[in-house]
């Protein structure tokens, strides 16, 4: 296990209606597999190896065009994909403010 | 049209009682024509369709826009515009690049639209930049032809014209599992509803399939900007060939440097070409090969063999003309990075970037089947052994225009729709029910992406020989035995079960790669992006598409002649 210097801590709003789990929060550790990662990246880092039920809107157009990754990031709407972490880094992650929230991180989408 | 719930499922579904006592709920819908997909390609034929008047129905596995290989396109569109070309030599140049494997009368349909598209394109909105470069980018092309609107953009325009039409009917968080057949004809789909966890009968009198690509089947692909997934698992693929539609030219893959590290700037892969280094820094290619020709291809694959290659940029400047604000905006986001090959040498790879193969169609982007139409990069016969960059764009409107006018003309024909088969629906239930409810069985799918994409990596990649192919087929139909022992625990719910989505997508990752390993072991020479190892040259008696059919529950090769 990498140490503290190597690795991000997020903590994470959930909720899942379907499954009568309220919003609560969740703290993951999340390793620095290359030098730089945003924080999409480590949200699908922890799908892929720690948690099969963390939902957020599983797509990336890398550059800030979609708004799929909008979420609120340490209190302020920010896009994941672009968020960069740095190792020791500690953040705050919810779904935005003002819009359903269907499951976790993902939010209804105003047409 | 609001989607009637069936409560009355027990005498539509024999012996569907367990499914319902887990709470799996089915709605049905009809439509005249039903598009899956709805990238640049089934948004475009959406807008078609709908303008005949008929009710179209729009299927997309995220929200419009937001999904898929679309809004991260560079933006590269090809049209003869400079004086002295002509869509008959912006024809001959795809073909000759193509290396004489297109279908002419496809290549010709593509090359006549192309400018008139773009035109409308910006009357839906889009803006266009006109103004093409002053020289080709390949060796082979005789003009210019590069017209630049980003997919972005495209897609924008397209909503905006979708949202004015009030006989478009748009399925958002809608996965379609399979295409529903009876008599040997397509009449709809089955879908899984994301947002409630539910299944969705639609039925159609035709369907258009403008699903994308599979590039996922390899693990470093330019399909996944930051390493994440954009659903291009290949399912069209694989729900056409269940259908009974011919694949064709399925070997035909087209790759493209790529970074590998850090992820954080996968998505660029549009580069300009620049000094490759190999592990002692010497340039491994020689001057004047073109950018994503596969000669250059095949030279850096063999140089990564041994040892790294790295893409150095360190000398150009950071490109601050961009031909869009859009790409401008996107260039200096991937400079604040600090992580590009701009900045440091960055290790580079072969990733998979484009589909040539794919369901095979004629002008009227019709399949083999009755009923089923392909539009856009799942389709094939265009490209033939090598897409030359920027014809993607024109082939995903010109053809998802042609495919949603003729598929509503067909649909204007037909006075009934079909009726919903009852036994393949049925079967579709069970199939869902058993990956949630399964007693025994506790196979991961995310272990089956990962495994998939590791056996084509080291058997199915880029340079090929029948002996690695074999390797490739025997360890992919092991990993088949394990489609069955599947599990998704539900705990979660089935909405937005990210797991169960990965389930779904393994019932076709797996066959994908399957089929693209069978065809090139078919094909015994090498053209295009295709190579063997064991068969080097061109063999002008394989100027002929391989295809690939689903008979009997298993996936069989043939050839067809190539239309001239």
């Known amino acids: 296990m990498k140490g503290e210097k190597d690795c991000v801590r997020l903590k994470v709003l959930r909720c899942n209606q379907q499954a009568d789990k309220p919003a609560h929060q969740e703290t993951y550790t999340v390793p620095f597999r290359e030098e730089k990662m945003s924080l999409l990246q480590a949200l699908e880092e922890i799908y892929r190896e720690q948690d099969e039920t963390l939902a957020f809107r599983r797509y990336s157009c890398g550059v800030q065009y979609c708004n799929s990754c909008l979420m609120l990031i340490n209190g302020k709407p920010a896009h994941a994909c672009l968020t960069i972490l740095k190792p020791g880094d500690e953040f705050e992650v919810a779904p935005l403010r003002g819009k359903e929230v269907l499951k976790d991180l993902i939010v209804r989408e105003d047409d | 049209m609001k989607a009637r719930r069936r409560k009355e499922q027990a005498f539509f579904f024999q012996g569907g009682r367990a499914i319902l006592t887990y709470g799996l709920t089915l709605n049905h819908k009809d439509a005249d024509v039903l598009i899956i997909g709805a990238g640049g390609a089934g948004a475009r034929a959406a807008i078609e369709a709908a303008r005949t008047g008929c009710r179209v129905t729009l299927v997309c596995r995220s929200p419009i826009g937001k999904g898929g290989l679309t809004p991260t396109a560079n933006g590269g569109y090809h049209a003869a515009v400079v004086p002295g070309d002509s869509p008959a030599s912006h024809a001959e140049d795809l073909v000759a690049m193509g290396c ?3 279908d002419r009368p496809l290549v010709e349909l593509l090359t006549r639209e192309a400018l008139p598209q773009a035109r409308l394109l910006e009357e839906f909105g889009a803006t266009v930049n006109w103004k093409t470069p002053l020289r080709p980018h390949e060796p082979q092309m005789r003009f210019p032809r590069q017209l630049f609107v980003p997919g972005k953009e495209v897609m924008t325009a397209l909503r905006k014209q979708l949202r004015a039409l009030s006989n478009v009917t748009l399925l958002e968080d809608h996965l379609a599992l399979e295409l529903l057949t009876r008599e040997g ?24 399939l403008a699903s994308g690509s599979l590039g996922e089947i390899y693990s470093l692909t330019a399909q996944e900007p930051m390493g994440i997934t954009t659903g291009s698992t290949g399912s069209g693929y694989v729900l056409a060939g269940w259908a009974g539609a011919e694949l064709v030219d399925m070997e035909m893959v087209q790759f493209a440097v790529v970074p590998i590290r850090p992820a954080l700037i996968r998505e660029m892969r549009c580069l300009p070409w620049a000094p490759l280094l190999d592990a002692e820094g010497r340039d491994i290619l020689p001057p004047g090969m073109g950018e994503y020709s596969h000669e250059a291809a095949q030279t850096i694959a063999r140089a990564l063999r041994q040892g790294t290659v790295s893409m150095d940029l360190r000398d150009r400047v950071f490109p601050s003309h961009a ?18 090959p701009y900045q440091r040498p960055v290790a580079i790879g072969m990733g998979a970037l484009y589909m040539m193969g794919g369901i095979h169609i004629n002008t009227r982007c019709q399949t083999s089947v009755p009923g089923l139409y392909a539009a856009g990069e799942v389709s094939g016969g265009v490209h033939g052994a090598r897409r030359v960059a920027g014809n993607a764009f024109p082939e995903m409107i010109v053809f998802g225009a042609q495919a949603g006018s003729c598929a509503a003309a067909e649909a204007a024909k037909k006075d009934a729709l079909p009726e919903p088969p009852r036994s393949q629906v049925q079967a579709g239930l069970d199939y869902v029910a058993g990956l949630v409810q399964r007693g025994k069985g506790d196979i991961d799918p995310r272990e089956m992406r990962r495994k998939t994409r590791e056996i084509m990596g080291q058997h199915a990649h880029l340079l090929r020989s029948g002996a690695g192919l074999r390797t490739a087929l025997e360890e992919l139909r092991k990993l088949e035995k394990d489609l069955g022992f599947i599990k998704v625990s539900a705990g979660q719910g089935l909405a937005y079960n990210f797991k169960l989505l990965e389930a779904f997508e393994s019932r076709w990752l797996l066959p994908a790669a399957r089929i693209v390993c069978q065809a090139a072991l078919l094909r015994e020479e090498s053209r295009g992006f295709h190579f063997r190892e064991d068969f080097p040259l061109e063999d002008e008696a394989w100027q002929k598409h391989t295809v690939v059919r689903y008979r009997q529950e298993a996936w069989i090769g043939d050839v067809k002649p190539v239309a001239l």
């Open chain 2, 100 to 102: 004489r494997l297109n």
């Open chain 2, 185 to 208: 004809e397509v009449t709809g789909a089955l879908i899984f509803d994301i947002r409630q966890g539910a299944l969705l009968v639609c039925t159609s009198k035709a369907t258009i």
């Open chain 2, 323 to 340: 031909r869009h604000p859009l790409a401008a905006q996107r260039n200096k986001h991937l400079q604040d990075c600090e992580v590009t």
